[in-house]
């Protein structure tokens, strides 16, 4: 157990629909970081933040979006859901910020479907 | 810019024979190099990783891993496979102090014979 939670588990929704994943960082950590994993694509970095704040961005389309709160949790919103968004969506959480020596801890996933 | 490439999508050993699941990257400055691992239905979990400290990294789970510059490689090898090892494994490449900007390989799906 990474410590690190998302919720839900599966999500199961139509095209063209939004939702909504959280994230729970282990006790302490300030980042939080979003990736998807599909079969075609494999893993991408998606969004990074940090107390807050976003701080790096990946291949993150513009229907997605994100933000941390003051607790800390995050939450990552997908809309206008298209089929090729069926993937894995992993949340990461390290304690603070690049170039320290700390790792990044990988949440369970959330599995997305859009039929 | 980074890149990882894994060789092999698909890896089988017998039981206790060699692991080596090979990883080469690319990077036009000084790298961190990764390795973690994702058992079915789990999240990723990190095995073992390279910070330059020293080129022959020891992980978990008996797993180790040599950084070698001039081949640009870091290949992660178990001297002797059992079956809970059976998993998917991902290489993986940063910066050096900029690990925000990790970049996975397509992972390597090592099967384990009895």
């Known amino acids: 157990d990474s410590g690190v939670t998302q919720t839900p588990k599966h999500l199961i929704t139509a095209t063209g629909q939004r939702v909504t994943l959280r994230c729970s960082p282990r006790s302490g950590d300030l980042s939080v970081y979003w990736y998807q994993q599909s079969l075609d694509q494999g893993l991408q970095f998606l969004i990074q933040?940090?107390?807050?704040?976003?701080?790096a961005k990946g291949n993150i389309l513009e229907r997605f979006s994100a933000q941390q709160f003051p607790d800390l949790h995050s939450e990552l919103n997908l809309s206008s859901l298209e089929l090729g968004d069926s993937a894995l969506y992993f949340c990461a959480s390290r304690a603070g910020l690049a170039g320290s020596s700390d790792t990044q801890y990988f949440g369970p996933g959330t599995r997305l479907t859009v039929l | 810019a980074q890149s990882v490439t894994q060789l092999g999508s698909h890896v089988s050993v017998s039981e206790g024979a060699l692991v080596l699941l090979r990883c080469n990257y690319s990077s036009s400055v000084p790298p961190y190099l990764f390795w973690y691992v994702q058992y079915p239905n789990q999240g990723l979990q990190l095995l073992l990783k390279?910070?330059?400290?020293?080129?022959l990294v020891k992980g978990i789970n008996g797993f180790e891993a040599e950084f070698k510059k001039s081949e640009t490689s870091f290949h992660l090898t178990k001297p002797s496979a059992h079956m809970r090892d059976a998993a998917e494994y991902f290489c993986a490449v940063s910066p050096m102090n900029r690990d925000d900007k990790i970049i996975f390989g397509k992972g390597t799906r090592l099967h384990i014979l009895p």
């Open positions: 390279y910070t330059s400290a020293a080129t």
């Open positions: 933040y940090y107390n807050g704040e976003e701080r």
